[in-house]
C-alpha cells in the first residue's frame, strides 16, 4: 500500500519551452501533496505544498509563477516547469500524505523525476 | 521547527547492527522523530517514527532518550541493500504554519561493505 508513482521518470528538454511532472498516489487518496528538489549531491529542498481543491503554498524563493503546481485531484498533482532553464535541471521529487483534523499522516514518496535542460 | 545534527558518514559490516545517531536538542513537546532514507537516484522511503517511546517495525527500531534530546535509528542486521543516505527529522504533528512539513538536513550516509 501507499504507493506514489510520478511521470516521467526522466526528460530531457530545450531551454525555453515548459515541462509538466505528473505525480500520482496510486492506493490512497492524498488531501496534501508536496514537491522537493534536489540537486546533485544536496538533500531535498522542499518547493511548496499544495492541497487538494486549492492554490499551492510555495516556500520562500521559490517562484510560484515558474513552478505552477496543480493539486486538481485527490490522486493527481502536477508540476509545470515554465520556460525552463539549465539551472532548473534537478531531480526533482513529490510526497503524498493523508490528512484528518489536526493530524498528517506520514508522507510517501514518489521516485523522482530528473529534468535535463539543454 | 527542530535542527537534527547527524554525522555526515558512518560504515558498518554485513550482518552486523547499524546504529545512526541523531542529536535534537531543542525538539519540543509536540514534535515527532522520523526517520527516512534516501537509496541513490530514488525517493526517500520511510522507516521509523516516534514521540518518546521506543518504536520497533519490521524495518528498524528507534530509540529515544527519555530527555528527548537524541535518537539512535538501529538496523538491527544491515544488508549490502540498506547501503542509502539516513535521514533524522523532527516534524511537528498538528498546528502552525509548518506543520507536516519535512525538513531535510544532510543525513548520514551509511554504507554497508561486505
Known amino acids: 500500500g501507499a504507493v506514489v508513482s510520478q511521470h516521467p521518470s526522466w526528460v530531457i528538454c530545450k531551454s525555453g519551452t515548459s515541462v509538466k511532472i505528473e505525480c500520482r498516489s496510486l492506493d490512497f487518496q492524498a488531501t496534501t501533496m508536496f514537491w522537493y528538489r534536489q540537486f546533485p549531491k544536496q538533500s531535498l529542498m522542499l518547493m511548496a505544498t499544495s492541497n487538494e481543491g486549492s492554490k499551492a503554498t510555495y516556500e520562500q524563493g521559490v517562484e510560484k509563477d515558474k513552478f505552477l503546481i496543480n493539486h486538481a485531484s485527490l490522486t493527481l498533482s502536477t508540476l509545470t516547469v515554465t520556460s525552463a532553464h539549465p539551472e532548473d535541471s534537478s531531480f526533482y521529487i513529490c510526497?503524498?500524505?493523508?490528512?484528518?483534523?489536526?493530524?498528517?499522516?506520514?508522507?510517501?514518496f514518489g521516485p523522482g523525476t530528473r529534468l535535463t535542460v539543454t | 521547527d527542530a535542527k537534527t545534527t547527524q554525522p555526515p558518514s558512518m560504515d558498518c559490516a554485513e550482518g552486523r547492527a547499524a546504529n545512526l545517531p541523531c542529536n535534537h536538542s531543542?525538539?519540543?513537546?509536540?514534535?515527532?522523530v522520523y526517520w527516512y532514507r534516501q537509496i541513490h537516484s530514488q525517493g526517500p522511503q520511510y522507516i521509523i517514527h516516534g514521540l518518546k517511546n521506543n518504536e520497533t517495525n519490521e524495518m528498524a527500531s528507534l530509540i529515544i532518550t527519555e530527555d528527548r534530546k537524541s535518537s539512535t535509528l538501529i538496523l538491527p542486521h544491515a544488508t549490502l541493500r540498506d547501503t542509502a543516505v539516513y535521514y533524522c527529522?523532527?516534524?511537528?504533528?498538528?498546528?502552525?504554519?509548518?506543520?507536516?512539513?519535512?525538513?531535510f538536513g544532510q543525513g548520514t550516509i551509511l554504507t554497508v561493505h561486505p
Open positions: 510526497s503524498a500524505s493523508t490528512s484528518g483534523g489536526f493530524q498528517i499522516y506520514e508522507q510517501y
Open positions: 531543542t525538539i519540543s513537546g509536540n514534535e515527532y
Open positions: 527529522i523532527v516534524r511537528p504533528n498538528a498546528g502552525g504554519t509548518s506543520y507536516g512539513k519535512l525538513t
